[in-house]
């Protein structure tokens, strides 16, 4: 069935250090992927989104690049910031029937000063 | 001001007793869905409706009820066959891109 796969945290990294959260994903047809996170005390909001193959995602420094042929949507970020400490999820919608949209299992990221 | 709410914001069960969570949305939006969030998992999917007087199942539906009887409102039911109810819900809308709006959840105890 359709699914989608994150890299299990929590991940701590120092400021300035260079982000890489893995999503990988399987669904029929042609999703569209999305991140979404969740700062600390808040609600779930969209970080980033791509609808087709190759489509690029960003949004405050943050990267996604929908892969095809890799069934992927890394989300990546150069430089960290503690701010940016937060629940990371990655997420997929389907658009065949009745807008399906399903979410991994969320990545916390902790970042040092 | 336009958004999803939800009530009520803490609820408390006996077990065997069926409860009614609330979602309301005044975004006009015709996608509804309800997630159910638990530590390490991150969202599952219960329930989701493109319109209304109709919706399907997600993944965890069993133990679960919805109805759509009107597009503003989506409330979820979870019946005493759930087995594990203990959760944090929340429900969510969609104009149809994709970007869900969440309301501040339901956290729902059983004792």
């Known amino acids: 069935g359709d699914s989608v796969t994150q890299m299990e945290g929590p991940v701590t990294l120092s400021e300035e250090a260079f982000l890489t959260i893995n999503c990988t994903y399987t669904a029929t047809g042609y999703p569209s992927l999305f991140w979404y996170v969740q700062y600390p005390g808040e609600g779930l909001q969209l970080l980033l989104k791509?609808?087709?193959?190759?489509d690029k995602g960003s949004n405050k420094g943050f990267e996604a690049t929908y892969r095809k042929e890799t069934t992927s949507f890394h989300l990546e970020k150069g430089s960290v910031q503690v701010s940016d400490s937060a629940v990371y999820f990655c997420?997929?919608?389907?658009?065949?029937?009745?807008?399906?949209?399903?979410f991994g299992s969320g990545t916390r990221l902790s970042i040092r000063p | 001001d336009g958004g999803i709410t939800q009530s009520p914001k803490y609820l408390f069960r006996k077990e065997g007793q069926n409860v009614t969570l609330s979602c309301e949305q005044n975004?006009?939006?015709?996608?509804m869905y309800w997630y159910r969030q638990d530590p390490g998992q991150g969202l599952r999917l219960i329930y989701y409706s493109q319109i209304v007087n109709d919706f399907q199942k997600g993944d965890i539906a069993e133990g679960y009820s919805v109805s759509r009887e009107k597009k503003e409102s989506f409330p979820l039911t979870v019946t005493s066959a759930q087995k594990n109810p203990t959760a944090f819900y929340l429900c969510?809308?969609?104009?149809?891109?994709?970007?869900?709006?969440f309301g501040e959840g339901s956290r729902l105890t059983v004792l």
């Open positions: 997420a997929l919608g389907l658009y065949s029937s009745a807008s399906k949209i399903i």
């Open positions: 975004l006009n939006h015709d996608a």
């Open positions: 969510a809308s969609t104009h149809g891109t994709g970007e869900l709006f």
């Open positions: 791509a609808t087709k193959a190759d």
